[in-house]
């Protein structure tokens, strides 16, 4: 199988952008795990969208009812950057009690995948892990 010399060219900046998107995820979850919440916001764009739905045991058949519609139901997430720093400013007074004493946090980031690229835009699917230990009061 020969390979042209676009191809290879190719290819090899889309392995370099997988790497600096595994890399940029990787950061994120580090600053996450050692609680560096500031450095963390200052990382996510101003237009970012952060939505989790609500997942259902469906019937087979019924799989487009698992997760729970954005805009008529409602979500374990969803808020913008403004809301997530607000919850930074609330742990960095030293007074939220949801968090006293603070939690043991690890993520472990998977399965990463560029969808798309769009001039400066990528549209990247992953997944995590977030084990959560937090000691009694």
């Given at each position: 199988?020969?390979?042209?010399?676009?191809?290879?060219?190719?290819?090899?900046?889309r392995?370099?952008?997988?790497?600096?998107?595994?890399?940029?995820?990787y950061?994120?979850?580090?600053?996450?795990?050692?609680?560096?919440?500031?450095?963390?916001?200052?990382?996510?764009?101003?237009?970012?969208?952060?939505?989790?739905?609500?997942?259902?045991?469906?019937?087979?058949?019924?799989?487009?009812?698992?997760?729970?519609?954005?805009?008529?139901?409602?979500s374990?997430?969803d808020e913008?950057?403004?809301?997530?720093?607000?919850?930074?400013?609330?742990?960095?007074?030293?007074i939220h009690w949801?968090?006293?004493?603070?939690?043991?946090?690890?993520?472990?980031?998977?399965?990463?995948?560029v969808?798309?690229?769009?001039?400066?835009?990528v549209?990247?699917?992953?997944?995590?892990?977030?084990?959560?230990?937090?000691?009694?009061?």
């Amino acid at each position: 199988m020969a390979f042209s010399l676009d191809t290879m060219e190719q290819t090899l900046e889309r392995l370099l952008l997988e790497r600096e998107i595994e890399q940029f995820l990787y950061n994120e979850a580090e600053l996450l795990d050692e609680r560096r919440f500031s450095e963390w916001i200052d990382l996510i764009a101003d237009d970012m969208h952060y939505h989790m739905p609500i997942r259902r045991n469906v019937k087979f058949g019924e799989h487009h009812r698992e997760n729970s519609d954005s805009d008529s139901e409602i979500s374990w997430f969803d808020e913008g950057k403004e809301t997530l720093a607000g919850r930074v400013r609330q742990i960095n007074t030293g007074i939220h009690w949801c968090e006293e004493p603070f939690s043991r946090v690890r993520h472990l980031v998977s399965n990463i995948q560029v969808d798309s690229v769009d001039g400066d835009e990528v549209r990247v699917r992953s997944r995590f892990y977030r084990i959560h230990q937090q000691a009694r009061r």
